[in-house]
């Protein structure tokens, strides 16, 4: 019967992904890939318009494995829904700030007092404005930009989201080239990756990622990693890439 619960509450959580891949405006390609250790998994991204040159987005990791960690994913897709609906009432020209998100998050985690917290990578990818506006909450491995060939890891470490009152998170703002990638990973793709120190590890994955993989399924295979191995921890993957 567990099982069966859990096979239930997968399917669930399942559905509540965006699609993948999915392409916006024409030129801007979001596709993610989820491998849980458990049925469950504590790992979540979401993608969403706002107005008509924006999309938000994130990967989150919330603290555990199952179903209480999974709950807290379901808390994360009825806010991004309410993110929407919120920005469809009012004027397109508003726009999403995701240190403000992440502080509302903090505030809501914290008085559900779950015993939850999260690293979390957030974002806008502004078409019009050719920009990035991001946030990170102790999210780590860093996220990767390609922005003209050239990979580097983002800047900005934070604090995670759900456990302190007084968590302060900052907006970055970086420019996209005409051409960019954006890889962002939950950490437990450190635990598949060559034995090493951190440090290595982290030069292994922005030579992985400087290949150029096409969508999450394409970084997966490049990570040796698919849906049908056992992992020791909930792996997320994100890719965004612009190639016009």
Known sequence: VVVGDQEAGRRVQ??????????????????????????????????????????????????????????????????????????????????????RLMRDINKELISMAMGKHLAMFCGVVDLAENKLIYCIGAHFPPPILINDGVASALEGRGLPVGIFSDATFEDIVIPLAQKFSLVAMSDGVLEVLPDGSMEAREAHLLQVVSQGPKDADALASLLQVDGDMEVPDDIALLVVNRNE
């Not at 994130?58 to 920005?87: C, E, M, P, W």
Request: proline content about 7%; some cysteine.
């Open 14 to 99: 399942l559905r509540m992904l965006p699609p993948t891949p999915h392409v916006f405006n024409e030129t801007c390609h979001f596709s993610h890939r989820i491998i849980p250790s458990l049925y469950l998994s504590g790992d979540f991204v979401d993608y969403f318009r706002i107005g008509p040159d924006r999309i938000g987005f994130y990967l989150a990791d919330v603290s555990g494995h199952g179903a209480s960690s999974a709950f807290v994913t379901v808390f994360l897709k009825s806010l991004t829904n309410r993110i929407q609906r919120h920005y469809e009432k009012r004027a397109a020209s508003n726009t999403l700030s995701p240190a």
